[in-house]
């Protein structure tokens, strides 16, 4: 396909560089004449240095062609008029960022059709319903879903005490069949596609697919008791803070905010109802023990300092927090994070490339989920008719299921379904593929005919 | 799948007598037996396949409610037995509160997809908490069983 985004920040450049590997045809422009020298070098794309509001500019980017635009720019504004153009230019899907809900949320006084997006991506949005999801399940630490939510991929990280630690997935499932299946083990540095013969150990983080209802049954697994989520403290009046905050105050009794700049605490204590706006900081280790930061189920550092949230988050674990999560803008802090004790990283950017590529990918491809610290993806595919993947039992095609990849789940009457060697897959049937970037390929081969 | 149909007579006991997590899970297995649908001779197996797997994490899922379940080779179709206490059992439940209701399931080893069905559809169904409390209400077997028909023609079409 082809497709032009524009904004080469964050979003912008993974987008390419994903996209790219994908073998779609994609150009890219940047305003910042330096940036867009920097990302021509390094991606597998046109890239062009120019104004994304200029019909020239997008011309010349090939707009007349594309039949896909993605505005990922800093700028409301001007991601609104790269869509208006792309609507002029008959260009098929158009995605956008925006951030202000004055422009995209209920009250606003311009409609979809005006607005000539498909798809509006709020990163702040998508961060705090991860965050949401993630605060409410104890242990969680990533959390995805699939075939319209039936299907839950998430993160676990495995505690001292876990009734499955120490046992090999084979005892497991003698016990437990069918219930879930554990698709990764990251435990150090090294990530591990497990078989039967695999031992879950104390401190690994297991990635798990399970139908959503199974999730409590899958947390007695790990833990022997779940507290009920009261009070959640957050760091940070930033979008992010004050959104996560107005979510929770509907849903639990104590809400904290914390927020060292007065104007901010201001501006927060007006949006909010019956969350407690504190105007202070929380490297602070005074204002934690008054705040009581130990009977915290949750604490979010969500301030724009990647050093400051960690460092808060230290403190927050400490002092008892019992679940900490942290806002990192640098990807490459988020394995460091973890590694450090901290529960969970939450990239606002990264969440929002992950939804942007579900919208991208079309045909038999359903939605991704990309786990850049495993380099691995979860995958939900369609096969189609005559793909070898369809009509023989699994155990015959384990010799073309590259090391590295496993059939995780099949969608079957609305029901996730977990494959066993004599399982045999129909065509149209939802299949979710979990695999590393180097397996991927040889697995969705399995999914076209001729492969 | 419906609840009803894997739900025998003299499948539902309104009045659990035990408070304690294998008492209640052996008074449920008799009552299957009683009703034909496990073999009395299997029956200290099915226990211990239904205890083992409670070793492996508490089915009490919470809110009350508890899921006990396993496979066995000694079951030949999916059945479930229903019980309801009066006085709460320690189930050693996920949020640590005492259970009332209680649905038991036992399938065969090779029945996967009916397996998982059963226990998705009693998962969404108890997190009904009006449902869970007109259960715990209910006034006596034939009460549940309605109850639990009911939940049948509801959820069984979403």
């Known amino acids: 396909m082809r497709i032009l985004i524009v904004g080469g920040g964050a979003v912008g450049s993974n987008l390419v560089e994903q996209l790219a590997a994908e073998k779609h045809d994609v150009s890219l422009v940047d305003s910042r004449e330096e940036v867009a020298k920097a990302l021509g070098g390094k991606l597998d794309a046109q890239v062009l240095h120019g104004n994304g509001g200029s019909p020239q500019v997008l011309e010349e980017a090939g707009i007349r062609e594309a039949e896909m635009t993605i505005a990922v720019t800093d700028s409301d504004e001007l991601n609104m008029i790269v869509s208006l153009l792309g609507r002029n230019y008959g260009v098929k899907t158009r995605i956008a960022r925006i951030r202000n809900p004055e422009y995209s949320g209920p009250s606003s006084k311009l409609g979809r059709e005006q607005l000539a997006i498909d798809h509006i991506i709020n990163p702040e949005v998508i961060a705090i319903e991860t965050m949401e999801k993630l605060i409410f399940t104890a242990g969680a630490t990533e959390v995805a879903d699939f075939a319209g939510q039936k299907v839950l991929l998430m993160g676990f990280l495995v505690p001292k005490d876990a009734p499955i630690a120490g046992r090999t997935l084979q005892s497991i499932s003698e016990i437990v069949p069918d219930q879930f299946l554990i698709v990764a083990i990251h435990r150090g540095s090294e990530v591990i596609i497990p078989r039967g013969g695999d031992r879950i150990e104390e401190d690994d983080r297991i990635y798990v697919l399970m139908p959503q209802e199974i999730l409590p049954l899958f947390q007695a697994q790990l833990y022997r008791r779940v507290e009920k989520v009261r009070k959640v403290v957050i760091f940070g009046a930033t979008r992010l803070g004050i959104g996560l905050a107005q979510r929770l105050e509907g849903r639990l009794g104590d809400v904290v905010l914390v927020d060292p700049d007065a104007a901010r605490c201001n501006d927060a204590a007006e949006r909010l109802n019956k969350t407690t706006v504190l105007h202070g900081s929380a490297l602070d280790p005074d204002l934690l023990a008054e705040i009581r930061i130990g009977n915290a189920q949750a604490y979010c550092a969500l301030t724009e300092d990647d050093a400051a949230n960690v460092m808060s988050a230290l403190l927050a674990k400490d002092h008892g927090a019992t679940k900490t999560i942290v806002n990192l803008a640098e990807p490459d802090f988020v394995p460091i994070a973890e590694r450090i004790g901290l529960d969970a990283a939450i990239n606002p950017r990264l969440l929002a490339v992950n939804v942007i590529l579900r919208y991208v990918r079309s045909g038999r491809i359903l939605s991704v989920f990309h786990l850049e610290e495993l380099k691995a993806e979860a995958v939900e595919l369609v096969p189609s008719t005559r793909a070898p993947l369809v009509g023989v039992p699994l155990a015959q095609l384990a010799g073309r299921i590259p090391q590295g990849a496993l059939v995780g789940a099949v969608m079957r009457e609305g029901q996730m379904l977990i494959p066993r060697g004599d399982t045999v897959i129909a065509p149209n049937e939802r299949v979710i593929v979990f695999a590393t970037e180097k397996a991927l390929p040889d697995v969705q081969r399995l999914f076209v005919e001729n492969a | ?158």
């Open chain 2, 1 to 158: 799948m419906k609840l009803g149909d894997i739900i025998p007579d003299g499948g539902i006991l309104d009045d659990l007598q035990a408070t304690e997590k294998e008492p209640v899970i052996r008074e449920l297995v008799a009552a299957l037996v009683k009703t034909g649908r496990v073999a009395d001779s299997a029956s200290a197996k099915v226990l211990k396949a239904l205890m083992d797997r409670e070793e492996l994490g508490s089915t009490g899922i919470g809110s009350g409610v508890a899921v006990p379940h396993a496979k066995h080779d000694a079951i030949t179709d999916l059945v479930c037995a229903f019980g309801r206490s009066k006085k709460g059992i320690n189930f050693d439940a996920l949020d640590g509160e005492p259970v009332q209701v209680v649905f038991l399931l036992l399938s065969s080893k090779s029945a996967s997809g009916s397996h998982l069905e059963a226990l998705a559809f009693i998962s969404r169904l108890v997190r009904d908490e009006k449902f869970v409390k007109f259960l715990r209400e209910a006034k006596d077997a034939a009460d549940i069983r309605d109850l639990l028909n009911e939940a049948d023609e509801t959820l069984g079409k979403s």
